[in-house]
């Protein structure tokens, strides 16, 4: 009996001592794991914008690192979620490097089903839920969470319509001229077709017209929109009321309401 419990005294110092040199070697393999992330670049892409983070890790330590997760959530200002991604990267054995890239993409079409037109309009913000996880020796679970912001830049911030001004077009109709701008503060080119409806006080369509739009990302747009309305309405023209414009791409379509007078 006294055998058995000396036996099981030395087996318990002997998994102290075990525990003791994995805490130490691991303690020291996290200090000596190096980590480097990346600036956040920001990206045109088949459906709208991507984010993408490169970041590299160097495993100088005791141990292999398995099963790497970094998961991401966006969501708006309202907490709608816009997109989850994950990047996974199954092993970084002792004594080497990774380098890797998460991408994270926002499609324009999914923010215009979630009618969020106003992101469209309007510089923003998107919050970003940032998950990492991973098994220390295949043997010890470790997690981690963290928030951050990534900016969001308008396609047509500062829209803008001025006074239209109306000349003679033919025996029946007159031709409105109608100065049209807006700031493209995103990162694709914007290129499609605007097509614009008018509208009196009295709700009711006046005038019609389309333009050609070029705006390159990060430049200022101005240009005149051209519309056609019968002789009888020109002075609901030069008045006030609403106009429904209808912008077309390839890649998506989108409309809103603009006051005009």
């Not at 490097?97 to 999914?110: F, G, M, Q």
């Not at 609901?236 to 106009?243: D, E, H, V």
């Amino acid at each position: 009996m006294k055998i058995a419990i000396r036996m099981l005294s030395i087996a318990a110092v002997i998994l102290w001592i075990v525990i003791l040199l994995f805490s130490v070697t691991a303690v020291y393999s996290v200090m000596n794991l190096g980590i480097d992330v990346g600036e956040v670049e920001m990206l045109p892409s088949s459906n709208g914008i991507s984010f993408s983070l490169p970041f590299s890790i160097t495993n100088n330590g005791y141990y292999e690192l398995a099963d790497l997760n970094l998961t991401t959530c966006v969501t708006d200002q309202n907490g709608t979620v816009f997109d989850i991604t994950e990047t996974l990267v199954p092993s970084i054995p002792r004594g080497s490097n990774i380098n890797a890239t998460h991408t994270i993409s926002v499609d324009l079409d999914s923010i215009l089903s979630m009618n969020h037109v106003s992101l469209l309009l309007n510089d923003s913000s998107f919050n970003v839920e940032i998950f990492a996880g991973l098994n220390f020796a295949r043997a010890v679970p470790v997690q981690l969470s963290t928030n951050a912001t990534i900016p969001w830049g308008a396609p047509f911030a500062y829209f803008s319509i001025g006074t239209a001004s109306v000349s003679s077009h033919n025996g029946t109709h007159v031709e409105g001229t109608i100065p049209v701008s807006f700031e493209n503060h995103a990162v694709i080119d914007i290129t499609g077709t605007l097509r614009a409806e008018v509208y009196d006080d009295s709700n009711e369509h006046i005038a019609s017209g389309r333009t050609d739009i070029n705006a390159p990302s990060q430049q200022s747009y101005a240009d005149r929109l051209l519309v056609y309305a019968s002789q009888e309405d020109s002075s609901k023209l030069t008045g006030s009321g609403r106009m429904h414009v209808i912008f077309e791409t390839p890649v998506f379509v989108v409309e809103w309401w603009e006051q005009y007078g």
